[in-house]
């Protein structure tokens, strides 16, 4: 007999599963639909605050290092002699690295003052005469155009790729100005049998046809490829492109090629620069955004304790049917974890909605103005996925004090309580 009532008062005091404590949270959002729904909606904007202004950090950052670096760019070094007079970038210093272990391509690159004529219009550039791997090695993409083309044969094609700044003097329309040609003076500094420096005029015998345009609205640029200059000697570069075969060799490469007496710069340093000054932005546009979401949590702790006080009833009168203590504080815990879960869920929709919004009329300025078309406001998928997972804990963490009170309340009081 003592046996069965043991047994008994065991199968009465069992702990609730997670379905029926899941189902009991649900409830609240029917029996008090307007005050669950608006501490939602607090959490809500809180974290659509943290995402918006954390999205609009990693989508500068995406902008910036897409306008500095390509694929290619990521592989390559820039090798330089400096202001030596002793050790000059000629073709032998070339060749020399070419047969460096791991280095895949080297594109060197030779500057000569020129002028350019189109039509009535004639300006002074800086003509960098290169092979067409230096556009790509050198991070640079083509705002309209492409770059070089061979012809059937493989070999290049008297073609230029010119920078923004040089479309503006021409006055012309940069969807006007692909297909255009140019005729092309060169001054080749040059050294006499005296010693003397002299500047000889190369004038091009045929035109080039524009075929690309690089964004640089701050100098005057040309590129041609090396190969169809012509009457054009030379004999020292003022830089090369180094390309190596994979990241993990790069130091090596780079340590060989300073043995050699060159200056080398990599662009992931500077990458690696512009990453972390974007990580300390986005940190501080974060912090701006938790203000937010904390003003949140202590509106979203009042709701939880207001709860508790109108449920005390409630509360003894589950108790004295056998809900024990660890059940009501878990109970309470789930209210909580689910407005945090829902809230979270609301502020990604806010969040990617105003970063959606901001970016459409971001570009229909830009539109306007005549300016490129981008997206500033960029969301990465884990980011999204740990702010929803950062606010169920914030509503977890918040839903502790209260469960902990509802779980110590004694049922008699809590029966009596008015």
Known sequence: MVNKMKQKNTETIQSMNYNDTLSLSMRTFKTRPMRTALTILGVGVGIGAVLFLVSFGYGLQETVLNKITTADALLSLEVSSGKSDIIQLDKDSIEKIIQLPNVAEVSPVIALPSQV???????????YAIKPSFLSLSGLV????TFFKTDNNGKNQKQVVISSAMVQLFNIDLEKIIGQQINLIIFVPTVDSDGQNQIEVKEQSEPFTVVGVINDER????????????DINY?????????VINSESMTSVREQIINMGFLVSVLQDTIDQVKKIFSIIQVVLGLFGLIALTVSAIGMFNTMTVMLLERTNEIGIMRSIGVTRKDVRKLFIFEAMIMGFLGGLGGVILGYLGG?????????????????TLDLF???SWFIILIILFSTIIGFLTGIFPAQRAAKINPLDALRYK
Do not use: R
Request: proline share 5%; no cysteine; glycine share 8%.
């Open 142 to 145: 083509p705002l309209k155009g």
């Open 235 to 243: 004999t020292t570069y003022i830089g090369a492109k180094v390309k």
């Open 378 to 380: 960029n969301s990465p």
């Open 356 to 372: 959606f919004l901001a970016n459409i009329g971001i570009n229909i300025l830009a539109n306007y103005f005549g300016g490129q």
């Open 117 to 127: 004529n189109l039509k009535d219009f004639t300006s002074d550039t800086t003509l």
């Open 219 to 230: 100098s005057s640029l040309t590129y041609v490829p090396i190969d169809v200059l012509e």
